[in-house]
T-cell receptor, first 116, second 112 residues
Framework: KAGVTQTPRYLIKTRGQQVTLSCSPI?????VSWYQQTPGQGLQFLFE???????NKGNFPGRFSGRQFSNSRSEMNVSTLELGDSALYLC???????????????FGEGSWLTVV | GDSVTQMEGPVTLSEEAFLTINCTYT??????LFWYVQYPGEGLQLLLK?????DKGSNKGFEATYRKETTSFHLEKGSVQVSDSAVYFC???????????FGRGTQLTVWP
């Protein structure tokens, strides 16, 4: 069974540009969430989608957005990139909207974004 | 609100040594607790989980017991191997659906 797949794995962008990251969840999983990982801030929750609806959002500026398609695949977009957006962006999926129901959240390998 | 406090390390051990990584949490209700592991250049892998008080999660020789009275979920392994070298994250699934709250991570290095 294929795991969570994220593309691209690595990318370099220039300040002011925008970027779109893609995530394909585990087959049958309907909840997709996104996290940003940096050495300084650790793992921070961006947002979570279930059945194409954003159910929860973390404390990030409006430059960070996402969406989920009818096949549960998800994309996140960051506009007007800043140097501080350099990070590992992790996508995760679960059958239902995850804890506290006990459902396990499975993570992809991540997309490494470098902003120069 | 929900939060996790985790021993940050780094932790350096010799092969076959005993490992403990402390994790305590704050949460309303009855959260689920998880340990994830991250190897260099990779994403997070679920190591073990526990969904209610007194549950013990175990996997690959690692164990952690959900202690509601001490709000803790400490990770232990009796004999670590070089291949266990990684960053370990304690996480809580609390009152917000679809969201995990993570500790800052503990870097473990095991020397032969």
């Amino acid at each position: 069974k294929a795991g969570v797949t994220q593309t691209p794995r690595y990318l370099i962008k220039t300040r002011g540009q925008q970027v779109t990251l893609s995530c394909s969840p585990i087959s049958g999983h309907r909840s997709v969430s996104w996290y940003q990982q940096t050495p300084g801030q650790g793992l921070q929750f961006l947002f979570e989608y279930f059945s194409e609806t954003q159910r929860n959002k973390g404390n990030f500026p409006g430059r960070f957005s996402g969406r989920q398609f009818s096949n549960s695949r998800s994309e996140m977009n960051v506009s007007t990139l800043e140097l501080g957006d350099s990070a590992l962006y992790l996508c995760a999926s679960s059958l239902e909207p995850g804890p506290p129901s006990g459902n396990t959240i499975y993570f992809g390998e991540g997309s490494w974004l470098t902003v120069v | 609100g929900d939060s996790v406090t985790q021993m940050e390390g780094p932790v350096t051990l010799s092969e076959e040594a005993f490992l403990t990584i402390n994790c305590t949490y704050t949460a309303t209700g009855y959260p689920s607790l998880f340990w994830y592991v991250q190897y260099p250049g990779e994403g997070l892998q679920l190591l073990l989980k526990a969904t209610k008080a007194d549950d013990k999660g175990s996997n690959k020789g690692f164990e952690a017991t959900y202690r509601k009275e001490t709000t803790s979920f400490h990770l232990e392994k009796g004999s670590v191997q070089v291949s266990d070298s990684a960053v370990y994250f304690c996480a809580l699934g609390g009152s917000t659906l679809g969201r995990l709250y993570f500790g800052r991570g503990t870097q473990l290095t095991v020397w032969p």
